[in-house]
C-alpha cells in the first residue's frame, strides 16, 4: 500500500539522519583511513600474517611494504618533523604530533602533569559529621574470648538432665515421604 511505502520512506529518512548526526559526533578523522580492530590481543600474532588486523567492516587490513634500513634514514633526513614523528604498531602507520602533543610528552617526561594549569593541591573541604566508630585502638579483653564458667554449668546440668532422662527431647512425627500418592 503507498502508505506503508511513505512510512518506510520516513523512517530510511529518520535513519540516514540519524548516521548523519553520529558521524558528526565522532571524534575520530576522516583521513585516517581505516582502524584497526583486533581488540586487546597481542600484535606478536600477527607478525607471520600478511595483514596487520581487520577493519571495522571485517576486512583484513594489508600491511605496508617495509623500506630498508638505507631507505628509512634518508627519508628521516630529509624530513623536518622526523623529531615529532612516531610509528603506529597497530594501525602500521607514521603520526607526527601536533605541537600541543609535543607538550604533553615533554611535560610527562619530565614527571609533571599532563595538563597544564593542573593544581593537584587544590583546596577543598570535608564535612565535618559526628564520628560513629569507637576512637580507643585497645585489643578486646581476653575474658570475651573464654566461654563463661556460667554458660558452661548450666550446659553441663542440661546434659546430665537429658542422660538421666528427666528431660525428654520432643518425639518427631514420622515424615512424609515427599513423592506420594494423593488418594493415601
Known amino acids: ?31 585516517e583511513g581505516e582502524r584497526n580492530r583486533i581488540g586487546n590481543v597481542p600484535l606478536e600474532w600477527y607478525d607471520e600474517e600478511d595483514h596487520i588486523g581487520y577493519g571495522i567492516t571485517g576486512k583484513k587490513l594489508m600491511r605496508k611494504a617495509k623500506r630498508d634500513g638505507l631507505d628509512e634514514i634518508l627519508a628521516r633526513t630529509d624530513d623536518p618533523n622526523r623529531y615529532r614523528t612516531i610509528y603506529d604498531k597497530l594501525n602500521d602507520q607514521t603520526i607526527v604530533l601536533s605541537k600541543e602533543e609535543m607538550d604533553i610528552v615533554h611535560r610527562v617526561r619530565q614527571g609533571k602533569f ?5 593544581d593537584p593541591y587544590q583546596q577543598y573541604s570535608v564535612p565535618l559529621e559526628p564520628m560513629v566508630e569507637s576512637l580507643h585502638n585497645a585489643t578486646a579483653p581476653k575474658r570475651s574470648f573464654i566461654p563463661s564458667k556460667h554458660e558452661a554449668k548450666m550446659v553441663a546440668r542440661i546434659v546430665r538432665a537429658i542422660r538421666n532422662g528427666w528431660i525428654k527431647p520432643d518425639k518427631d512425627e514420622p515424615s512424609k515421604p515427599k513423592a506420594f500418592n494423593i488418594w493415601e
Open 114 to 118: 599532563p595538563e597544564r594549569g593542573f
Open 1 to 31: 500500500s503507498p502508505d506503508n511505502e511513505d512510512s518506510q520512506d520516513s523512517e530510511e529518512e529518520g535513519q540516514r539522519e540519524t548516521a548523519k548526526n553520529l558521524a558528526e559526533l565522532s571524534d575520530s578523522e576522516d583521513e
